[in-house]
């Protein structure tokens, strides 16, 4: 069984910054990818940012030149830095990861979401 632990979110004002983590522990053989997704009361969840095991990764547009993700594999461990944050980033932010566990069976884990409320 793999669980994620998420920390980091919050209350900022707008053009301000946060910086989530998650960490992934427990049975994990190898991850692949890691990823954030953000979801809005009685809205879809969407993909914010993704990163590959190779360190490749994706953006929405809407966070493109403002979000950066990065990894730290020895601790499987994702990191999303909010930059220049705006009211409509507002949002419960879900971290994801897909991997193989020691039994070597696939997996795909959710955090328990993190709150971030961009507001003046």
């Known amino acids: 069984q793999v669980q994620l632990v998420e920390s980091g979110g919050g209350l900022v004002q707008p053009g301000g910054s946060l910086r989530l983590s998650c960490a992934a522990s427990g049975s994990i053989f190898s991850i692949y990818a890691m990823g954030w997704y953000r979801q809005a009361p009685g809205k879809q969840r969407e993909l914010v940012a993704a990163?590959?095991?190779?360190?490749?990764?994706n953006y929405a547009d809407s966070v493109k030149g403002r979000f950066t993700i990065s990894r730290d594999n020895a601790k499987n461990t994702v990191f999303l830095q909010m930059n220049s944050l705006k009211p409509e980033d507002t949002d419960v932010y879900y971290c994801?990861?897909?991997?193989?566990?020691?039994?070597?069976?696939?997996?795909?884990?959710w955090g328990q979401g993190t709150q971030v409320t961009v507001s003046s």
């Open positions: 994801n990861v897909n991997g193989r566990t020691s039994y070597l069976v696939d997996f795909r884990s």
């Open positions: 990163i590959t095991s190779g360190g490749s990764t």
